[in-house]
Nanobody, 126 residues
Framework: QVQLVESGGGLVQAGGSLRLSCAASGRTFGNCNVGWFRQAPGKEREFVGAISWSGGWIWYADSVKGRFTISRDFAKNTMYLQMSSLKPEDTAVYYC???????????????????WGQGTQVTVSS
């Protein structure tokens, strides 16, 4: 059993920054690919970015590329999403997710992830 807990969300002005954390318990993050997704009201959950089990493969959605950075701390069993130059359209609930299947590269679809956190709200004001 894996538990994922996100933290770090909040209210920020456009142009500001936030860092989200995703802490895992019950199983080490070192054996899985990890992804970040977000869901705005009335919209489907969308891919933000993902990092491979080794940390050597990272990719982002075009909408956040150059503004968001994913990293992971194996010792702390935690993954991070550093968000900069935030825009009002980044407002959403952000989720981290883990995939323990043996994929060489992390997936970009929600269906490819088995474990999900409860989400953390990010609100960007204009």
């Amino acid at each position: 059993q894996v538990q994922l807990v996100e933290s770090g969300g909040g209210l920020v002005q456009a142009g500001g920054s936030l860092r989200l954390s995703c802490a895992a318990s019950g199983r080490t993050f070192g054996n899985c690919n990890v992804g970040w997704f977000r869901q705005a009201p009335g919209k489907e959950r969308e891919f933000v970015g993902a990092i491979s089990w080794s940390g050597g493969w990272i990719w982002y959605a075009d909408s956040v590329k150059g503004r968001f950075t994913i990293s992971r701390d194996f010792a702390k069993n935690t993954m991070y999403l550093q968000m900069s130059s935030l825009k009002p359209e980044d407002t959403a609930v952000y989720y981290c997710a883990a995939d323990f299947r043996p994929r060489a590269t992390p997936g970009g679809k929600a269906s490819e992830y088995d474990y999900w956190g409860q989400g953390t709200q990010v609100t960007v004001s204009s």
